[in-house]
């Protein structure tokens, strides 16, 4: 099984609401990612939470906060978004990368986002 | 110099053909490359993954990898009209972390 499952799969937000990403997966995987792209783009890195905690954060701006309240579970919640944040939010997860451990990172199917 | 580097495309070649895409990336340290298949509108399915130099083979699809080169590929074999897609290379940037980067992708269209 190498499913990563995001909910909801649309969502349309106004500049002033507060909504959340959802994302989880059971495969034991202790690296999650969060992921945006836009049309005809690649997916570009936001943030990478390792055995929960954050590890990397790509100077996402603070109006996006994630969260990982435990390994199977990654939130991406959204505060005064701006139009030009439409896009595909994709999660992702993998093993923690070692020497001895395989990193494929498995994709959820995204939350196509608009903000308006 | 970007860190994962694709020829942008659009690929076209003939049903049955083979399709050769490329991709370099710049940090010496990246030891995990992947190539990822993207649909229109869809999500990235990884179709393959290397870690050592050399060739690795599943089915119709080979990924080579050239560490002193700083350069992977991906060729697709008798190539069918439903492998029309853009192919992502993926590099685990920085050898230590997850640090997950994706190319730009390359367009391939393959002509019935």
């Known amino acids: 099984d190498t499913e990563v499952t995001q909910t909801p799969k649309h969502l349309v937000m106004g500049m002033t609401n507060k909504k959340s990403l959802k994302c989880e997966q059971h495969?034991?995987?202790?690296?999650m990612y969060w992921y945006k792209q836009k049309a005809k783009k690649p997916p570009e890195l936001m943030f990478v939470y390792s055995y929960e905690k954050l590890s990397i954060n790509e100077s996402v701006p603070s109006r996006f906060s994630p969260e990982c309240p435990n390994s199977s579970l990654l939130n991406l919640h959204l505060h005064a978004l701006q139009p030009e944040d439409s896009a595909l939010y994709l999660c992702?997860?993998?093993?923690?990368?070692?020497?001895?451990?395989?990193?494929?990172?498995?994709f959820g199917q995204g939350t196509r986002l608009t903000v308006v | 110099q970007k860190e994962v580097e694709q020829n942008s495309g659009p690929l076209s070649v003939p049903e049955g053909a083979i399709a050769s895409l490329n991709c370099t990336y710049s940090d010496r340290g990246s030891q995990s490359f992947f190539w990822y298949r993207q649909y229109s509108g869809k999500s990235p399915e990884l179709i393959m993954f290397?870690?050592?130099?050399g060739d690795k083979e599943d089915g119709r699809f080979t990924a080579q990898l050239n560490k002193a080169s700083q350069y992977v590929s991906l060729l697709i074999r008798d190539s069918q009209p439903s492998d029309s897609a853009t192919y992502l290379c993926?590099?685990?940037?920085?050898?230590?972390?997850?640090?997950?980067?994706f190319g730009t992708g390359t367009l391939l269209a393959v002509q019935p």
């Open positions: 992702a997860s993998s093993q923690v990368r070692s020497r001895s451990m395989n990193t494929e990172a498995f």
């Open positions: 290397i870690y050592s130099n």
């Open positions: 993926a590099v685990d940037y920085g050898g230590a972390t997850n640090k997950l980067i």
């Open positions: 495969m034991g995987h202790r690296a």
